[in-house]
């Protein structure tokens, strides 16, 4: 299998495991870490918390990248944890109520290193997350 075909391949991966991790509501106890630390640190305990009829101006962007960031690297190891950078992109201005997440990082897959870029898109109505390939990287390794 050539690498271009293995990237794109890997990028699905990734894009298909994300959208079940984000979908996935994990117990409120995130924002509590010193309170239960081992559970927050759980695999068991994965997600980001449900964003549905939370409104617009009440979520804190930087916040909510940090806990998208620390849910991937919790739930997939084989990405690079320096490398790995989750950044608030815009609101979805045609239905305003979806937020957009950009997610850049590497993933060692078969002694090599692939580079992905995806999107989510975080609805607060419906609280359905959304993950879409944002830009394919290129292969080295």
Same mark, same amino acid.
């Given at each position: 299998?050539?690498?271009?075909? *293995? !990237? #794109?391949?890997?990028?699905? %991966?990734? =894009?298909?495991?994300?959208?079940?991790?984000?979908?996935?509501?994990?117990?409120?106890?995130?924002?509590? &870490?010193?309170?239960?630390? /081992?559970? !927050?640190?759980?695999?068991?305990?994965?997600?980001?918390?449900?964003?549905?009829? &939370?409104?617009?101006?009440?979520?804190?962007?930087?916040? *909510?990248?940090?806990?998208? +960031?620390?849910?991937? *690297?919790? #739930?997939?190891?084989?990405?690079? $944890?320096?490398?790995?950078?989750? =950044? #608030? !992109? $815009?609101?979805?201005?045609?239905?305003?109520?979806? *937020?957009?997440?950009?997610?850049?990082?590497?993933?060692? %897959? +078969?002694?090599?290193?692939?580079? #992905?870029?995806?999107? !989510?898109?975080?609805? &607060?109505?419906?609280?359905?997350? $959304?993950? &879409?390939?944002? /830009?394919?990287?290129?292969? /080295?390794?």
């Amino acid at each position: 299998m050539n690498n271009r075909r *293995l !990237s #794109f391949d890997v990028a699905n %991966y990734l =894009r298909d495991r994300f959208a079940i991790l984000f979908n996935s509501s994990g117990l409120d106890v995130l924002g509590r &870490t010193n309170k239960y630390p /081992y559970a !927050s640190a759980s695999v068991v305990n994965f997600g980001v918390d449900n964003l549905a009829g &939370t409104t617009m101006s009440g979520i804190d962007t930087l916040r *909510l990248a940090r806990r998208i +960031r620390l849910s991937i *690297l919790r #739930f997939e190891p084989r990405i690079n $944890q320096q490398g790995l950078v989750v =950044r #608030f !992109s $815009q609101i979805d201005h045609r239905s305003g109520t979806s *937020l957009n997440f950009i997610i850049e990082g590497e993933v060692d %897959y +078969r002694h090599e290193r692939f580079a #992905f870029s995806l999107n !989510s898109r975080w609805n &607060t109505d419906s609280g359905e997350v $959304q993950v &879409t390939p944002f /830009y394919m990287g290129a292969v /080295y390794g």
